[in-house]
Nanobody, 114 residues
Framework: QVQLVESGGGLVQAGGSLRLSCAAS????????MAWFRQASGKEREFVAF????????NYAESVKGRFTISRDNAKNTLYLQMNSLKSEDTAVYYC???????WGQGTQVTVSS
């Protein structure tokens, strides 16, 4: 079993920044790839960013490329998402996921006011 707990969401003005965290516990390993997804109200959940277990490989959705940065601290079993230059269309519930598994966090709300 793996438990994922997101934090760091909130209300921010357009152009601002937030850093999300995802603390992992249970059967965790630096071998596991991780990802962030988001789901806006009335829309399907969508991919945001991916990071390999070692942290050497990352991938981003086109809509966030150049503004968001995914990272991880394997010693702390924590995944991060630094979000800069936020836009109103980034408003969503953000979820972390152990890539390719059914392990998801409960989500953290990010609201960007224009």
């Amino acid at each position: 079993q793996v438990q994922l707990v997101e934090s760091g969401g909130g209300l921010v003005q357009a152009g601002g920044s937030l850093r999300l965290s995802c603390a992992a516990s249970g059967r965790t390993s630096s071998n596991y790839n991780m990802a962030w997804f988001r789901q806006a109200s009335g829309k399907e959940r969508e991919f945001v960013a991916f990071i390999s277990g070692s942290g050497t490989t990352t991938n981003y959705a086109e809509s966030v490329k150049g503004r968001f940065t995914i990272s991880r601290d394997n010693a702390k079993n924590t995944l991060y998402l630094q979000m800069n230059s936020l836009k109103s269309e980034d408003t969503a519930v953000y979820y972390c996921n152990q890539w390719g598994t059914a392990y998801w966090g409960q989500g953290t709300q990010v609201t960007v006011s224009s």
